[in-house]
């Protein structure tokens, strides 16, 4: 189940703006970059009316697989932990999340990636 598109981040605007405004906390699998929300950046996306609301994008590296479809498998796992895990109730919070995934071999390791992934969401105060 992928994330509503309500959700999800896009266009190279709201990418560079993350890059350059974010607060970054790292971990042994991934790191996160958190930034407070610009509205504005989403205009030409005609999301104006959710752009207020936690917003998502998961960065996967060839360098974590050459195939395609093993990257897609753990997006599908991390977007499958945030839309059990993020009750409405959070979903209010003014944030763009982009999530890193870094080099290892971590592939058929789903517990040990969806734990650091729940760190980092309570370290990064996302979570409650």
Same mark, same amino acid.
């Given at each position: 189940? +992928?994330?509503?598109? @309500?959700?999800?981040?896009? !266009?190279?605007? %709201?990418?560079? /703006?993350?890059?350059?405004? &974010?607060?970054? /906390?790292? !971990?042994?699998?991934?790191?996160?970059?958190? +930034?407070?929300?610009?509205?504005?950046?989403?205009? %030409? =996306?005609?999301?104006?009316? %959710? &752009?207020?609301?936690?917003?998502? +994008?998961?960065?996967? &590296?060839?360098?974590? &697989?050459?195939? +395609?479809? #093993?990257?897609?498998?753990?997006?599908?796992?991390? *977007? #499958?932990?945030?839309?059990?895990?993020? *009750?409405?109730?959070?979903? =209010?919070?003014?944030?763009?999340?982009?999530?890193?995934?870094?080099?290892? @071999?971590?592939?058929?390791?789903?517990?040990?990636?969806? #734990? #650091?992934? *729940?760190?980092?969401?309570?370290?990064?105060?996302?979570?409650?």
């Amino acid at each position: 189940m +992928a994330l509503p598109k @309500d959700m999800r981040l896009k !266009g190279h605007r %709201t990418f560079n /703006y993350i890059h350059k405004n &974010s607060k970054i /906390y790292h !971990g042994k699998l991934m790191t996160f970059k958190v +930034a407070r929300s610009n509205p504005d950046i989403l205009l %030409t =996306h005609r999301l104006a009316k %959710t &752009s207020n609301k936690l917003r998502v +994008a998961i960065a996967i &590296s060839k360098k974590v &697989s050459k195939k +395609a479809v #093993e990257r897609n498998k753990l997006r599908r796992i991390l *977007q #499958e932990w945030l839309l059990t895990n993020i *009750q409405k109730i959070n979903n =209010h919070k003014p944030y763009w999340l982009l999530v890193n995934l870094k080099f290892g @071999d971590f592939c058929n390791d789903k517990n040990r990636l969806l #734990e #650091e992934f *729940q760190n980092l969401m309570f370290k990064s105060h996302l979570i409650k």
